[in-house]
């Protein structure tokens, strides 16, 4: 699982947060990856890398990862490790 943080710079000089949240796991675990997609509320998008033999779940939209993964993770913590690099 990955929950990526970026911020880039513009050709007009101004500043904006990319957020992109992401799963990636083997084929075999496409049912588990459509039911979180389910979960949540069938936000994002999954893709097969049959190359790869790899299932992909991603979620871009700011406004999705704040009101829908941000406080999944607020109400079912993460530990050790993770928890502090969740609150940075």
Request: glycine share 4%; hydrophobic share 40%; proline share 2%.
């Amino acid at each position: 699982m990955v929950l990526s943080l970026s911020q880039w710079c513009s050709a007009q000089k101004t500043n904006f947060v990319r957020m992109f949240y992401s799963i990636k796991l083997n084929n075999r675990e496409a049912p588990l990856i459509l039911k979180i997609k389910e979960y949540f509320g069938d936000k994002g998008s999954v893709i097969f890398d049959k190359i790869n033999n790899l299932i992909q779940y991603n979620i871009a939209s700011n406004k999705d990862i704040n009101e829908v993964i941000i406080p999944q993770f607020d109400t079912y913590k993460f530990h050790g490790n993770k928890l502090l690099n969740y609150l940075i």
